[in-house]
Structures are given as C-alpha cells and as structure tokens.
C-alpha cells in the first residue's frame, strides 16, 4: 500500500492535532538514511529530531537492547531496580558540568524532565515563581506548555497556563536583542511583575531548539549565573535537544563556563528509546521526599541499555570532534550559497546543530511559505529536513553525528538543488 493510501487512514484515526511533517511511512532506518514503504530512499537530516545522535539502528545500541530484551523488559525502577539504572546515572552525573556531587533521576520524556525539574526547585527553594525565554521550548504538558515561548502551535487554545510563570527575551543579535536587553528586562520583571525572593528557578536552553537555533552568549548565562547566587534562585539548563555530543560537547553548557543547578536530558541519550533524565546538585535534587519523583516507566531497562551504550559510541566514535566537522562543512556550504540566494539570511551553528534562517533580503522579513516550501521540495529530492523559529522561517540541519561523509555531501546537494527550484 502506498503512502498516501496510509496518510488517508491516519487522518481517519489519528486527531490531527498529531500532525505529520512528511507523508511518508517508515520502512526501514539505517544510520542516517530512511526507506519508505513504496521503496524510496531519504537522507535524514532531522534524525528524528535530534535523537538519534548515534544514527538510526547503531547495531551496538541494538545489541545492547536485544541482551536486555532476553533478560527483561520492565520491572519498575521503583520497585525492585537494576544496575544499569544505577551505572546510568554514575555515568550522568559524572559528565555533567561543574565539579558539585550530583544526582539523577530518571523520567521517560523530555517534557516530564523539565515538569520535574520546577517541581524540585520548588521543594528546594520553597518559591514558586519561574522565569523562562520567549522562543523557548519546554514542552507539550500543561506545566512545559506554560514555560514555552512560542504559541503558535504549542500553547494556542491549551490555557490558562499555571501561575507564575514569567517570560523575558532571550538574546538573539541576528534580531537585534542585545544580553544587556535580555537582563534587563529580568530586571523589569522583578520590578513589575514578582520580586527575585519569590523566584524558584529561571529555565533556559544553551541554544534555542524549536525557537529557532539561537545560542545563548557565555556572558549571558554568566550573568544569569551571578544574578541567580545573588537572589537564591536555582538556574536550569535544558539540554534536551542540545546534549549528548550534538553541539561538540557532551553538554553544550559546557561552553558557557557555568555549572548550572539541574539540568535536563533526553532525546539523544539514549540513541531512540523513550528515557529522560534530570541531574542536577545533589543537596538540591534530595529536597523531594521518597516517591515525590519518578514514573511507572521512568529509567526503563531498555532505555538505561541504549544510554549506556551511547556514551560508550560517543567517546569510542569521536562523536563530538564529527559534530564540529559535520558543522563546518555544513555551515561552509550554506555560507558559501548567500550570494547566489540572498534569502539566506543567516547561516549559523553550534557543532552540529545548524540552522539557516530565510528572510526577505530587501524588508528583512521572515520567509516562513519558503521555509515550508523548501521541506516539501527537499523530500521530493529525497532529503528530510526540519524547520523551526518562532516565525517558521528557519531550516535546522540535525543529521546522524555518525552520518558518513559522502550521505553528507549528498544531502547537502540535494537541498541546494531543492533551494534552486524555488527561488
Ligand atoms: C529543549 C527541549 N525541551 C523539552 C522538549 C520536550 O521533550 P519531549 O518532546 O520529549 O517531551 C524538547 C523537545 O523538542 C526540547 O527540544
């Protein structure tokens, strides 16, 4: 059957609320390449939005899972626990930034790390205030929702939020917000809206994910690092789509020169299977009570097999050194475009999370119909690409961190030859 034979079924039983980029159905996934079921073969540049940093169906990952599959499946972390639960968060809590003892504990999605994350430093701090970016992405649930800064689709018809929930601007020179804007209007906050004594934590992405690639300035989190110790406010990195090698580092707090108080992790953890983490200091993280933390699924057997084996591939594969190569010859190709498509409006990156933002080059207007446009030209071309930015006008590239160096070059031609057909 083909695959607009099984879109109209979707559509019948799946709310479309769920949407679905690409009307393509999964064959079959091989490190950075995708078959559909009519046979028809795509380079993958969006790795299932930045989770498979290993690649699809790494064969040690799947090596790992299947030895766990034949021991067992799920017990429940809560009841009666595994080691690999416990080695896990050794290894997590050891990687994390700064030299403070740390703690983990394991959840099953991303959203449900940061949902965990404000509920321990809310115990911790005894606050309840927190302040999160504008263009920042937390999350589907109605906690991660609220922290959110982007409506459209995430919050549009979901309200009311919960309270005390504050958003300031997060740093973006290409839009001309300065640090000294973004701090200042923290301050505002503090002045207008809810005084720092009542702040439990500020939540931020070391590059904005959904909000359009956007890093955060060493100086910026530096700032926000100060401003915190000052107040007793606790300081939260989400790294749910930056971690894991993606940007050049394990972490990519890790070029900001701060150790944050939690940190959230997920997506490229575990290589595809469904577990999150939230490690963070460990006299912080001991505020919740026994059973205040966790979840049936939370820390599954399968998901601790595949994450141990990641970081195994990650430091064995030399997984950070091919995101900074894979960004470079990215980022070069794009660069080297701008005077032949000046719609380009930036090309910028973090390691190997790249984005290429598209705007009107005379109004400077976002070009969010090309954007779109271009992911349905390039999947006629046979690449899958992702877009992202608050106003939908930028492409971010996320390919396999284990991508092989002629896919790259392949794909990265197909998009040019995509882009040509439409501008
Ligand atoms: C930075 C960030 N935080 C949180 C989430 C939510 O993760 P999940 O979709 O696994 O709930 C995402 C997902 O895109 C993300 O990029």
Redesign the pocket.
Known sequence: MSNQVWQARKQQVIAQGMGNLNPLYVETAKNAEIWDIEGNRYIDFGSG??VNNTGHSHPRIVEAVKAQLDNFSHTCAMVTPYTSFVELAEQLTARAPGNTAKKAVFLT??????ENAIKVARAHTKRSGVIAFKG??????NM?MGLTGKVAPYKAGFGPFPGEIYHAPYPNAFHGISIEDSLQAIDDLFACDIEPSRVAAIIF?PV???GGFYQAPPAFAQALRELCDKHGILLIA?????GFARTGKMFATEYLGIEPDMM?M??GIAGGF?I?ALVGKANIMDAAGPGGLGGTYAGSPLGCAAGLEVLKIIDEEQLCEKALKIGEVMTSHFRALQSDFPVIGEVRNLGAMIAVEFVDPQSGAPMADLTKSLVAQAREEGVILLSCGVKGNVIRFLPALTIEDEILAEGIEKVKKALAALV
Do not use: L, N, W
Not at 136 to 141: A, L, M, Q
Not at 238 to 242: A, F, N, V, Y
């Open positions: 939005i930045a999605t991303g959203a449900e790390a940061v920042g992405f937390h999350g589907r649930t991660t992405e904005q994910g959904e989400d790294e749910i789509q930056t959230t997920a997506k469904p999150s």
